[in-house]
């Protein structure tokens, strides 16, 4: 027998032993049929929440049978455990479902992972059984589908892996449950807002932020209410300065916020009002509330217009309210001298979340801090509301109906409304009896007395109407009249609610008010939406007067409550409308409007002729949401939004990939013109997010290529957001251009006329650009040398100081610029968010400090100015009070963290600059090191008292950068190579010296296990920490190709590092990366500098030289290395090709020309040219005739010197042709030989001396003789962030170029164009399939 065989056998024996358990065995038997039989009904349920009730209930009698477990596994303890933590699983979905209370979407994909897992379960419980002596015939006939389960026996599952298996499939339908019942505001957050992005036309009726829709009071009534509001706002001592309204739903809030907003505009106290929607973008937040209240502001204050300006430009990409209230809203309001008073209505309305920071933010700044600004606050009393508000002494809370008095004159209120609105019917359906009923069924709500006399003033049978409304006896009052109300709309046929269904169920779905041509192209199979919605005038708003067009006519909810009570399927039974359902068509509409909308070259469909990097975007954007078909701009913004709640559904990814594969590019055109690029990046990362998850469960249909196709989007978006915030319509050239080959965006839109880019075979390829798995991501948005970095602690947030004297904060997961902090006038030198996170400080050549706040970059407080020279680095104390700071002059200085107040006399500890400070993480010790070579360090003391020095040591090299590792009392630290010594023993150990390599940063991870230090040599070195005892030498994980690393720093949880380098940079890195790194750096020693490229005659070849002295041939057309790197003994500034292409001329200064073979890179002829003193190439030009040569020096003169075949010693003709600094550094001669053009200049030189050409023609001449339709444009960096490669053409084909290329550092030949990096990178580029397709 096998040893599988002895085992089944001894088993099954041990289950016969139990067959005659007596009591025991029945037992188990009848809770085991019980549990069986529990488990069976959940597939019998009508909807999810059902099946999750019956499984809740049916679980502790699964535990309670697992603990009558008879046999010697243990791990039936086990399950029974797992199923308890199960048990609370399912309840917390149970819950999660009942609180949505929302109809079911009969799609939903969660009844199939629940019946796996009940399925899985079944097994698990059967083998139970099994094991426990219970066999087919100890279980009923009439229960025959358990016999089948029983009979599984053993062969149901390995019994190790029940825990597994049962565990696995919960998570799955976790999973999908998070995903079919998502967050109220999760796929609504950052996908864009109305008033911001898409759009859309207001009018009489429409919900607006400036709650327009809303009427006011009628004249005498409502009198007691306003003459309090009245008292309040004319008191003039300012201790209550805000006025809260509140009461239940529909008591007519809102009517009187309309009326004293009226009032208040009159006697020129207004200076906003903001009217609370939710479920529409834009009206729904409080971020939505400071951008509206700034624009308000800037319009009712003009002296207010200049600083406002800039930050509401910005409020597109921010979406921290902290941020945005201090700049937009406590500032400017802050700084009136008038009294002034801004009217919030609904503020129940508002996302829970930002309600509460609405409300703790209006509290602590204008409690009682500023009498002459007041609020006048309208809401439902939610607990949460309550809560903060009632027991505060700046806040009058107030009530439409608290008191008697009040009460009776909102019933007398009411009464004037109701018979002011019969008066105006014709045959009006009410006598005195009547009129007191419906006082009754109004129940104090002004909302069910509008809704009622809506219904009766469109009806031809208004008694009968009446009536009915009256004697309705179901439900509440309002819900009753809602639910009277569509079914008097609706005939009884099926296929008149289906397409109320649609209708009202896009009106709620969308993320901000549509037109009716849009829920038309929604709702194509209802035959007239107009006609539906009119039919429920009572209940929507229709903006506009009727006899606007569809497209002008938007539609919206009149109140809450009627949403509400479509949404709940408690209240509106088989009313309840399905969101899931709304979405996906919605989705599906966005999808087809895209399809059919979104065309290549949208810009200038849209502005009417060519753009320019000067064009107007603004009046593209207004011209784009006009003039374009209903529902596109709405789809380019919010398709994503409507698309994550429906990511289920069968045949969606379809959808989703035609967008990437076929409309990628001009959605993303639309969508910056709609300035929607930083929430669109958001929501393609969250997108990407759910497909991930997605491809967690079985029978998924999104596919690597899917999710990759969001990374490329992002990392896309990532790379240009700055060149497309100002020039959208370069999406089709730039961006792509500079794609990898093997990317999915390349592959797909990169077109044969494109440019096409080759790179030239040097050490160091292009960084950056290819976008493949495991790449980093590049931040582009300085436009100088970055100095320093540093991570939020919360590892949401990237802060960078450039020596283009500005410190920008940066999304670290989407990459997305979030806010440029400006006010440095130099240099910046360091920067640190505060131990909180919630601050930044930065510090500045220009010899102070800042600190900002991280959520809306204001600058707290003035500056404070460094003692002596500017600070250089700084660090927080363990306990946030000091702040201790290393200057230029070497002094350490130790400041209160929160005033700047010095607190003790600087201790000059360096001569010299400081490098690096860095604080224990036990608070125990501080650690300096300078330019000196001194690591000293120091007993940290408390608060106001001084530091204590304790000891030093030297080295003979600077100290570039210096950092305690977490938890210990090692330092880390660079001077040249890497050591670390110990606080108390003070033994230094050097871990990696190189003479030639200089490590300029170090960063430490979190967890103490590994160490990065950049170089000077474009390396980044990852260290184990366990190596650094000096023993076992260095763990190195690559060098990886990039510019000189200026500064380093890890993510909190140590999976990430971000790096800052001097070609203007950021890069994010996985800490996972290969061993073998994409950018590798293939041989050693300093890096060359690269100085000059140049064409050769017929355009085929060019040539680089670098300070190294070594030059470099390419064939343009493959990129491939035809010859070098050839030494030729001395430094290299210019390089030039003889017109034969046999030769080339190179050098440092005039006397070291030298002609070189270009075939093998023989030395033809050293030092060519005889000249007196010093003076360094700038250029170097043949004629097209190879008899003149031209020379550029430092000295700005250019001289002309006669050549012949033989390279005989030349003599010079013609000197001192003096140039101006500026232009691009391209030598021309002119094929005549008569002219010579350089740096947009032009001579005459057919005969000494030479002449320059008059300034009427020397543009004319300097075109003909380059003979190039290209140009580049080395200073439109300073606006747009780009170089550019002007192509006369088409402004639209001009190239935008990274600003790692420097422009100093470029060849022009006709259609192509060379570009090299100060560092080595060199790139082709060939525009010649532009000019001939």
């Given at each position: 027998m096998t040893a599988l065989q002895v085992h089944t056998a001894v088993e099954i024996s041990k289950i016969h032993d139990k067959l005659d358990r007596g009591p025991q065995k029945q037992k188990l038997i009848k809770k085991a049929l019980s549990v069986f039989k529990g488990l069976r009904e959940i597939s019998k349920q009508n909807t999810i929440l059902e099946a999750f009730r019956e499984l809740v209930t049916t679980l502790p009698s699964a535990v309670e049978l697992l603990d009558l477990n008879d046999t010697e596994y243990s791990v039936w303890q086990d399950v029974a455990s797992a199923l308890l933590n199960h048990h609370t699983s399912f309840e917390e979905l149970t819950?999660?479902?009942?609180?949505?209370?929302?109809?079911?979407?009969?799609?939903?994909?969660?009844?199939?992972?629940?019946?796996?897992?009940?399925?899985?379960?079944?097994?698990?419980?059967?083998?139970?059984?099994?094991?426990?002596?219970?066999?087919?015939?100890?279980?009923?006939?009439?229960?025959?589908?358990?016999?089948?389960?029983?009979?599984?026996?053993?062969?149901?599952?390995v019994l190790s892996n029940i825990q597994s298996i049962l565990t696995s499939a919960l998570d799955k339908i976790k999973i999908i449950t998070g995903l079919y019942t998502p967050d109220a505001d999760e796929t609504v957050s950052h996908l864009g807002r109305s008033s911001v992005f898409a759009g859309s036309a207001t009018g009489s009726g429409m919900i607006t932020p400036y709650g327009a829709q809303h009427k006011r009071c009628l004249p005498g009534t409502r009198i007691v209410v306003i003459q309090q509001i009245d008292e309040w706002i004319n008191s003039s001592q300012g201790k209550q300065p805000i006025y809260v309204l509140g009461d239940v739903a529909g008591t007519g809030k809102s009517t009187i916020a309309a009326e004293v907003t009226y009032r208040w505009e009159k006697e020129q106290l207004l200076a906003s009002r903001f009217f609370f929607s939710r479920g529409n973008s834009g009206t729904s937040t409080a971020t939505d509330l400071c951008i509206h209240l700034a624009r308000d502001l800037s319009v009712r204050y003009p002296h207010l217009q200049d600083q406002l300006s800039k930050p509401l430009e910005e409020a597109a990409s921010i979406f921290q309210f902290d941020k945005l209230w201090e700049k937009l809203v406590f500032e400017p309001l802050s700084q009136l001298t008038e009294k002034t008073v801004l009217v919030i209505d609904g503020l129940d309305e508002c996302t829970p979340a930002s309600r509460e920071d609405f409300l703790e933010a209006l509290l602590r700044d204008f409690g009682q801090s500023n009498p002459l600004v007041h609020f006048f606050i309208t809401t439902r009393l939610e607990d949460e509301i309550t809560s903060l508000l009632q027991s505060r002494q700046d806040v009058v809370l107030a009530r439409v109906q608290q008191t008697e008095q009040q009460r009776r004159a909102n019933v007398r209120d009411i009464a004037r409304y109701i018979e002011f609105e019969f008066e105006k019917m014709k045959n009006p359906p009410m006598n005195h009896q009547s009129a007191q009923r419906l006082l009754e069924r109004a129940d104090g709500l002004f909302i069910f007395a509008s809704t009622v006399c809506a219904v009766l003033a469109k009806s031809f049978e208004r008694q009968r109407l009446f009536d009915d409304i009256l004697n309705y006896k179901g439900f509440t009052n309002l819900d009753g009249l809602y639910l009277g109300i569509l079914q008097r709309v609706l005939p009884s046929d099926p296929f008149s609610r289906q397409a109320l269904n649609d209708v009202l169920g896009v009106i709620l779905a969308a993320r901000e008010p549509l037109s009716i041509a849009a829920l038309q192209a929604c709702c194509p199979n209802v035959s007239s939406v107009r006609g539906i919605v009119e039919s429920l005038g009572s209940v929507l708003s229709l903006g506009g007067e009727l006899q606007q067009s569809d497209a002008e006519t938007f539609v919206s909810i009149i109140h809450q409550t009627f949403r509400d009570f479509l949404l709940q399927k408690k209240r509106s039974c088989d009313y309840a409308l399905n969101v899931h359902t709304a979405h996906s068509t919605l989705a599906d509409a966005c999808f087809q409007t895209l399809q059919r909308g979104l065309h290549p070259r949208m810009a200038e469909a849209f502005s009417g002729g060519e753009v320019t990097l000067d064009t107007d975007l603004d009046e593209i954007s207004t011209s784009l949401r006009a003039k374009s078909e209903p529902l596109l701009c709405y789809s380019a913004v919010y398709w994503i939004s409507h698309t994550i709640p429906v990511l289920y559904l069968h045949g969606l990814h379809e959808e989703i990939r035609t967008i990437f594969t076929e409309k990628l590019t001009s959605w993303v055109e639309?969508?910056?013109?709609?300035?929607?690029?930083?929430?669109?990046?958001?929501?393609?990362?969250?997108?990407?997010?759910?497909?991930?998850?997605?491809?967690?469960?079985?029978?998924?249909?999104?596919?690597?290529?899917?999710?990759?196709?969001?990374?490329?989007?992002v990392r896309l978006l990532q790379n240009n957001q700055t060149l497309l915030q100002s020039a959208p319509w370069q999406v089709y050239t730039s961006p792509l251009v500079f794609l990898g080959e093997d990317d999915l965006i390349s592959k797909h839109y990169r077109l044969p006329q494109f440019p096409i880019i080759r790179k030239a075979a040097v050490p160091l390829s292009i960084s950056g650009f290819s976008l493949n798995w495991g790449e980093p991501i590049t931040l582009r948005g300085h436009r100088l040398c970055i100095n320093c970095v540093d991570w939020s602690v919360d590892g949401k947030c990237i802060a960078s100081g450039s020596d283009?004297?500005?410190?920008?904060?940066?999304?670290?997961?989407?990459?997305?610029?979030?806010?440029?902090?400006?006010?440095?006038?130099?240099?910046?030198?360091?920067?640190?968010?505060?131990?909180?996170?919630?601050?930044?400080?930065?510090?500045?050549?220009?010899?102070?400090?800042?600190?900002?706040?991280?959520?809306?970059?204001?600058?707290?407080?003035?500056?404070?100015?460094?003692?002596?020279?500017?600070?250089?680095?700084?660090?927080?104390?363990?306990?946030?009070?000091?702040?201790?700071?290393?200057?230029?002059?070497?002094?350490?200085?130790?400041?209160?963290?929160?005033?700047?107040?010095?607190?003790?006399?600087?201790?000059?500890?360096?001569?010299?600059?400081?490098?690096?400070?860095?604080?224990?993480?036990?608070?125990?010790?501080?650690?300096?090191?300078g330019d000196d070579g001194a690591l000293w360090m120091w007993y940290w003391t408390p608060h106001e008292k001084p530091l204590?020095?304790?000891?030093?040591?030297?080295?003979?090299?600077?100290?570039?950068?210096?950092?305690?590792?977490?938890?210990?009392?090692?330092?880390?630290?660079?001077?040249?190579?890497?050591?670390?010594?110990?606080?108390?023993?003070?033994?230094?150990?050097?871990?990696?010296?190189?003479?030639?390599?200089?490590?300029?940063?170090?960063?430490?991870?979190?967890?103490?296990?590994?160490?990065?230090?950049?170089?000077?040599?474009?390396?980044?070195?990852?260290?184990?920490?366990?190596?650094?005892?000096?023993?076992?030498?260095?763990?190195?994980?690559?060098?990886?190709?990039?510019?000189?690393?200026?500064?380093?720093?890890?993510?909190?949880?140590?999976?990430?590092?971000?790096?800052?380098?001097?070609?203007?940079?950021?890069?994010?890195?996985?800490?996972?990366?290969?061993?073998?790194?994409?950018?590798?750096f293939p041989q050693r020693g300093r890096p060359s500098m690269l100085m000059m490229l140049a064409f050769s005659h017929d355009g085929e070849s060019?040539?680089?030289?670098?300070?190294?002295?070594?030059?470099?041939?390419?064939?343009?057309?493959?990129?491939?290395?035809?010859?070098?790197?050839?030494?030729?003994?001395?430094?290299?500034?210019?390089?030039?090709?003889?017109?034969?292409?046999?030769?080339?001329?190179?050098?440092?200064?005039?006397?070291?020309?030298?002609?070189?073979?270009?075939?093998?890179?023989?030395?033809?002829?050293?030092?060519?040219?005889?000249?007196?003193?010093?003076?360094?190439?700038?250029?170097?030009?043949?004629?097209?005739?190879?008899?003149?040569?031209?020379?550029?020096?430092?000295?700005?003169?250019?001289?002309?010197?006669?050549?012949?075949?033989?390279?005989?010693?030349?003599?010079?003709?013609?000197?001192?042709?003096?140039?101006?600094?500026?232009?691009?550094?391209?030598?021309?001669?002119?094929?005549?030989?008569?002219?010579?053009?350089y740096r947009n200049q032009a001579w005459y030189i057919g005969q000494p001396p030479a002449s320059q050409v008059p300034e009427e023609h020397r543009e004319q001449l300097i075109d003909r003789i380059i003979g190039s339709p290209l140009h580049y444009d080395d200073y439109a960096a300073k606006k747009h962030g780009r170089k550019w490669i002007d192509v006369e053409s088409s402004s639209i084909q001009s190239l935008a170029v990274p600003l790692e290329f420097d422009g100093r550092r470029h060849a022009i030949f006709g259609g192509r164009i060379a570009l090299g990096a100060k560092l080595g990178d060199v790139m082709f580029i060939d525009f010649r399939p532009t000019f001939h397709p």
């Open positions: 819950t999660k479902l009942e609180n949505a209370d929302m109809q079911e979407d009969p799609k939903n994909p969660i009844g199939s992972y629940l019946s796996l897992f009940v399925s899985e379960l079944e097994s698990a419980l059967s083998i139970f059984i099994y094991l426990n002596g219970v066999t087919r015939r100890d279980i009923p006939r009439e229960l025959s589908n358990i016999q089948t389960l029983v009979d599984k026996g053993l062969n149901g599952m639309v969508v910056a013109l709609l300035r929607g690029l930083t929430p669109i990046m958001t929501g393609l990362s969250r997108l990407q997010d759910l497909m991930k998850r997605y491809g967690d469960l079985p029978g998924h249909q999104f596919a690597n290529a899917d999710t990759q196709w969001c990374l490329e989007a283009d004297h500005t410190v920008v904060l940066w999304d670290a997961v989407t990459g997305a610029n979030l806010i440029t902090l400006y006010g440095h006038t130099g240099p910046i030198t360091c920067v640190k968010f505060s131990p909180s996170g919630a601050e930044v400080v930065s510090s500045s050549e220009d010899g102070t400090i800042r600190r900002w706040k991280r959520d809306d970059g204001a600058c707290i407080g003035d500056p404070w100015k460094s003692v002596e020279g500017a600070a250089r680095c700084f660090a927080f104390s363990s306990d946030s009070r000091d702040l201790v700071y290393g200057t230029t002059v070497g002094l350490v200085c130790r400041v209160d963290a929160e005033t700047g107040r010095l607190i003790e006399t600087p201790q000059r500890a360096h001569v010299g600059p400081v490098n690096a400070l860095s604080i224990s993480s036990d608070g125990a010790y501080m650690a300096t090191a204590v020095p304790s000891h030093t040591r030297r080295h003979q090299s600077p100290i570039l950068s210096a950092t305690f590792i977490p938890n210990t009392s090692t330092i880390v630290y660079t001077a040249f190579g890497l050591y670390t010594c110990d606080v108390l023993s003070f033994g230094t150990n050097g871990i990696q010296k190189d003479e030639e390599e200089q490590h300029t940063c170090i960063a430490v991870s979190n967890d103490m296990e590994s160490i990065l230090t950049g170089s000077n040599m474009q390396t980044i070195w990852t260290w184990k920490t366990e190596v650094l005892d000096g023993s076992a030498g260095h763990i190195r994980h690559g060098e990886m190709a990039y510019a000189n690393i200026r500064c380093l720093a890890y993510s909190p949880n140590g999976r990430s590092f971000v790096s800052g380098s001097s070609d203007s940079t950021l890069k994010i890195w996985e800490t996972d990366l290969p061993s073998t790194p994409a950018f590798a060019v040539a680089a030289v670098g300070s190294d002295g070594a030059f470099k041939i390419w064939e343009f057309d493959t990129g491939k290395l035809q010859l070098g790197p050839i030494a030729t003994g001395s430094s290299l500034s210019a390089v030039a090709f003889h017109p034969n292409g046999q030769f080339l001329a190179c050098g440092k200064t005039i006397t070291d020309v030298s002609i070189w073979s270009a075939f093998n890179g023989e030395p033809i002829r050293r030092n060519l040219l005889n000249d007196e003193g010093y003076k360094e190439l700038y250029a170097l030009e043949f004629s097209s005739n190879g008899r003149l040569f031209a020379t550029a020096d430092h000295y700005m003169n250019i001289s002309l010197w006669s050549f012949d075949p033989t390279f005989t010693v030349p003599s010079c003709i013609i000197t001192n042709i003096r140039f101006s600094p500026d232009g691009p550094n391209a030598m021309v001669f002119d094929p005549s030989q008569q002219f010579l053009t």
